[in-house]
């Protein structure tokens, strides 16, 4: 199974993300988050695999989540999720640590691609 932690201050993007993904073949949802400063606390007990991380939040942005995190844990995947398409947005989630970036105007299957691992784009993935 693969574990998926959800980082995002918008409670109904964040819990309709859940619905949408917590009914996934291998996938098991371990937990929520409403800002990067308690992604970084949770992050360490829950041990995720996955991690889907908006860019966009009060205090501490997805950006600075995503470095805290992977220097902690470097094995954790981290999917930036934002709903600018903005090359500047990508690169710095990338330069982070994120291993990809999905536009939350993106099909579900483009997430869950992101979460099971397939291939990624050279180019800006949304």
């Excluded at 917590?22 to 988050?33: F, K, L, N, S, W």
């Excluded at 308690?38 to 996955?50: C, F, G, H, I, S």
Aim: charged share 25%; hydrophobic share 45%; proline share 5%.
């Amino acid at each position: 199974m693969t574990r998926v932690f959800f980082v995002d201050d918008h409670k109904v993007m964040r819990q309709g993300l859940v619905k949408l993904i917590a009914g996934q073949p291998g996938i098991h949802v371990v937990g929520e988050a409403a800002n990067g400063l308690e992604a970084v606390e949770m992050t360490k007990r829950l041990n995720p695999d996955v991690i889907i991380m908006d860019v966009s939040m009060p205090e501490m942005d997805g950006i600075e989540a995503t470095r805290r995190i992977k220097n902690e844990l470097p094995k954790a995947r981290v999917v930036g999720l934002s709903m600018y398409e903005d090359e500047h947005i990508y690169k710095a989630m990338c330069e982070a640590g994120a291993e990809s970036f999905v536009s939350k105007n993106a099909s579900p299957a483009r997430l869950l691609n992101a979460i099971y691992g397939a291939a990624q784009e050279k180019k800006l993935p949304y």
